[in-house]
């Protein structure tokens, strides 16, 4: 398995956010496939509940703007690394400065920014073509 460049889109990663499962296999998975050989890196939304200790500690990469509807959105990426795994935060306060991050009247906007931010922010990772 070796040479695989792998980026795991998704809402909740532990210990950043966790609601459920996803959560713990968000981080989980990445650490298994680093340890047999894959590139594994993990890219959510920098949302308002991840605790200070981590938000403190993440590298500003870059901005951008995310296409979305009729307008452009600011986009920020930032970096941390955690337990061996590259985690990459896309940031906007309009969408994610949210304490819990599902079950809002606008989440399919929420989401298609963040699915189109997600390829956005690919360019702004430093060595990776997923």
Known sequence: MKNINLLFATSEADPFLKVGGL???????????????VNAKVILPKNGNIPKEFVEKMDFLGSFTVPVGWRNQYAGLFHLEY????????DNEYYFRRHVPYGHYDDGEIFSFYCRGVLE????????TP
Do not use: E, N, R, T
């Open 121 to 128: 922010a690919i360019k702004y990772i430093p060595h990776f």
């Open 23 to 37: 959560g713990d296999v968000s981080l989980a998975l990445p650490k298994a496939l680093k340890k047999v050989g």
């Open 83 to 90: 337990d061996g795994v590259d985690f990459y935060f896309l």
